[in-house]
């Protein structure tokens, strides 16, 4: 699935992560620190979502060595080109934690002697406050861009306030033959935490804080270098990336602190040849991390290396056929004060696809994908050693119906997990990181999409997905934190006189509690639906709207981590306005 600059635009999202749950359809939990970073989940892997999905930003990797969902938020939505949405494992190019799928964001590519950009600004309620500005400048060879943003919100909870600064620049010398430059992305957040209610007490107040004095910044800075050339039949490519992260955390008058970097070199070359009517396409690549973290009570560190391979022929002809296989071995080495482990792992995939007939095209997907235990699992487990790497045999069948203008793609898929990495609040006498008995995801996606008349368009994702253990003590539970079936549906209308509107609905089903691992917890998190909807008009150069998310002001929550307790309630009704002026 592809969300385009359009498709953003047009639903007024002001952020990426929104614009990956709201239009792309993927489902996420509240975010537990008042940022717009939920935590987004690819095909029901429930608390550690996070972990079992990468995310991507120009080719170099967002995802963390940490307990933690990638900061989406840091990147200028007015800069992205389009946002990519992968599901189903795929390790093979994009590494470890690539199971539930990839969500692979594309910035704008400067214009040859073009300049613009854009100045925004919104209002709205629970004190939101929010500034974005954005120019860009090419001429014939070089282009410049950069983007600046401010968003001050109380949110709809007591100690919830969120402030974020944020700065993206770039620079790039382009020619025929490829392309060369630099860009860097600073952020500055600060954060209550408003703590975790129990059932009663939301039902009670859902607004109220148990923690007031609790609160926390996040600062990081990323550099990343970037050069891609074509000698020939040859394309070479590379990104260089260094990031530095500073974390503070104030929890009951005690402040928590954590430094960290991380450096990651990606360099590639893609072959493309002709013969005998085929078209053969030839990627090898080499990705090489490393990692360090230095807390209040540890000093961790992790490398990682990893070689992998992809060919994918094409058969000229009227079916369009498309056969492709590939492999990787990645190996890392982790260090902490308590462990040392050198571990490997090995990812795999076939798939194909043809068309059956026109508008109508086959596929099949097989393979396997894995991830490894991060620094914060490893540093609490039942047993005090570091986990077992996490496989899964992947499996998809599916197929696309019909053209750009009406469109319907199904799939059907299987996960099969061993070694499941996870926290189990039933291992010991306070819950740890463990290795899960086996366990499965399977289920049905439909992704759909027409124009019903020259003005509108509606289209919708829908996900059931069957998450169980299929061995152990737990044998045929039910996993926890994964609705069975989400709906998302939108419905857009563009006259093409300057107006827009953009409705969209979400139904999600009921899921068991975060430590329900036995299915023992008498009740249920319920289902609930929730509505937003934006109109804008424009006036020459600006833009008007008015938008409000959770129209029908639904209580509700897509976190709990305990049986009836441990809940962040989500936000309520929020009305905005905004204005947007281009140049």
């Known amino acids: 699935m592809v969300i385009s600059a359009d498709e953003i635009r047009q639903a007024g999202v002001g952020d990426v992560n929104t614009a990956i749950r709201k239009i792309g359809g993927v489902y996420g939990r509240q975010s537990l620190d008042g940022s717009q970073d939920f935590d987004l989940d690819l095909r029901g892997f429930g608390t550690n979502s996070s972990q079992n999905l990468v995310v991507v930003l120009d080719g170099v990797r967002l995802s963390e060595n940490e307990l933690r969902t990638a900061v989406l938020s840091t990147i200028p939505i007015d800069n992205v080109e389009r946002i990519e949405i992968t599901r189903g494992g795929s390790s093979v190019l994009y590494g470890e934690g690539a199971t539930g799928g990839v969500i692979n964001i594309v910035t704008k590519r400067p214009t040859k002697r073009s300049s613009g950009g854009t100045v925004f600004g919104e209002v709205g309620q629970f004190g939101l406050r929010e500034g974005r500005a954005s120019i860009a400048q090419a001429w014939d060879g070089f282009a410049l861009n950069a983007a600046l943003g401010a968003l001050n919100t109380e949110n709809d909870r007591a100690n919830n306030a969120f402030k974020q600064k944020t700065f993206s620049g770039g620079a790039q010398w382009s020619s025929k033959e490829g392309r060369i430059g630099v860009r860097i992305d600073s952020a500055r957040q600060d954060s209550g935490f408003p703590g975790s209610l129990s059932l009663a007490q939301f039902n009670d107040d859902v607004h109220q804080t148990k923690t007031p ?21 040859f394309d070479l490519a590379a990104e260089l990336s260094h990031r ?68 994918e022929l094409k ?33 795999w995939e076939l798939q194909g696809s043809f068309d059956a007939m026109p508008l109508v095209t086959l596929y099949a997907k097989a393979g396997q994908s894995y991830r490894v235990a991060n620094a914060d699992e490893n540093g609490f487990t039942a047993t005090a050693k570091p986990l077992l790497g996490q496989t899964s ?191």
Request: net charge neutral; proline share 3%; with cysteine.
């Open 315 to 347: 058969f000229n002809g009227p079916r369009n056929a498309r056969l492709a296989l590939g492999a990787r071995h990645e190996s890392f080495d982790k260090g902490a004060q308590s462990y040392s482990i050198e571990q490997s792992q090995n990812a």
């Open 213 to 233: 004095n609790d609160f926390g910044s996040l600062d990081t800075d990323r550099v990343t270098a970037f050069a891609e050339r074509r000698i020939g039949d």
């Open 393 to 583: 045999h992947d499996l998809e069948l599916g197929v696309t119906v019909g053209d750009v203008q009406h469109k319907l793609t199904a799939r059907v898929f299987r996960h099969k997990l061993n070694n499941e990495i996870f926290y189990d609040p039933t291992a010991g006498m306070f819950g740890a990181n463990t290795n899960l008995d086996p366990t499965r995801r399977q289920g049905i996606e439909l992704d759909a999409s027409t124009r019903i008349a020259a003005d509108w368009r509606v289209s919708a994702h829908v996900q059931h997905v069957q998450a169980s253990f299929t061995d152990g003590p737990n044998a045929g539970k039910d996993m926890v934190l994964v609705p069975k079936n989400i709906v998302t549906a939108r419905l857009s209308w563009v006259p093409g006189d300057g107006q827009s509107a953009d409705l969209g609905a979400q139904w999600v089903d009921s899921q068991r509690y975060g430590s329900d691992f036995d299915n023992s917890c008498a009740a249920l998190m319920p289902t609930h639906v929730t509505f937003d909807a934006r109109y804008a008009k424009k006036f020459g150069a600006w833009e008007v709207a008015l938008s409000g998310l959770n129209l029908a002001d639904k209580r509700y929550f897509s976190q709990a981590f305990g049986c009836k307790s441990g809940i962040y309630p989500s936000a309520g009704r929020q009305m905005k306005i905004s204005a947007r002026y281009d140049f």
């Open 244 to 311: 530095e992260r500073s974390v503070k955390g104030t929890y009951s008058n005690t402040t928590y602190t954590s430094t960290g970097k991380q450096t990651q070199f990606s360099p590639r070359v893609r072959h493309l040849g002709q013969f005998d009517g085929l078209l053969n396409e030839v990627v090898v690549g080499v990705d090489l991390t490393r990692w360090n973290r230095v807390t209040d009570f540890d000093d961790e560190s992790q490398k990682s290396k990893a070689i992998y391979v992809r060919d």
